[in-house]
């Protein structure tokens, strides 16, 4: 069984036209969009999540410049 709440919003007169209008294009009543466009929202707040920091270790330093193509072909192939 689908439970629904009545609620009352102060929406923009010219966003409550827009409304109006895409209901009608999409044969949907108002309430469906706004509760699309809601779960959109929320969905998209969920996975906004900061990311977690990449782990960073201790190389021991660089063992060839790359911008030295040869030295860079030495150390790939023990020349």
């Given at each position: 069984m689908?439970?629904?709440?009545?609620?009352?919003?102060?929406i923009d007169n010219?966003?409550?036209?827009?409304?109006k209008r895409e209901a009608a294009k999409q044969g949907r009543t108002m309430s469906q969009l706004v509760e699309s466009a809601l779960r959109l929202l929320l969905r998209s707040e969920k996975s906004q999540h900061e990311l977690p920091?990449?782990?960073?270790?201790?190389?021991?330093?660089h063992l060839v410049d790359v911008a030295d193509r040869d030295a860079l072909y030495q150390a790939m192939e023990g020349r």
């Open positions: 689908f439970s629904h709440m009545k609620t009352t919003l102060n010219s966003v409550m036209a827009a409304l920091p990449l782990p960073t270790f201790k190389s021991g330093g």
